[in-house]
């Protein structure tokens, strides 16, 4: 009768996968956990130089008010996806676009 009662438990982690699925949060907690892993790979230097963090289908679009950062940030664009999707443990970032 006990095992009966009990044999719906699920986990409570793939019950909530289940419900940000369903209600299609995923996406916005990706986009939120994508702007503070930016915040501290980065750091407070490259952040003070930052003025918006965008994330969508996998493009992250950083928009600087520095030239010349953004120059040489670009050069490491491939490794700065690296490093986030490494915070991030898994791989959302495809695209790093600069601007």
């Known amino acids: 009768m006990m095992a009966e009662k ?13 419900v940000l699925q369903k209600n299609n949060l995923q996406k916005g907690i990706d986009r939120i956990a994508v ?7 980065m750091g ?12 969508k289908d996998g493009v992250l679009s950083v928009q600087l008010t520095s030239s010349v950062l ?6 490491g664009k491939e490794k700065i996806a690296t490093m986030l ?15």
């Open 85 to 99: 999707n490494d915070r991030l443990n898994k791989t959302l970032i495809k695209t790093v676009k600069l601007r």
């Open 35 to 41: 702007k503070e892993a930016w915040e501290e790979i």
């Open 6 to 18: 009990y044999a719906d438990i699920q986990p409570f982690g793939k019950l909530l996968n289940e």
């Open 44 to 55: 407070s230097g490259v952040m003070s130089y930052t003025r918006s963090v965008d994330f």
């Open 70 to 75: 953004r120059e040489e940030l670009n050069f």
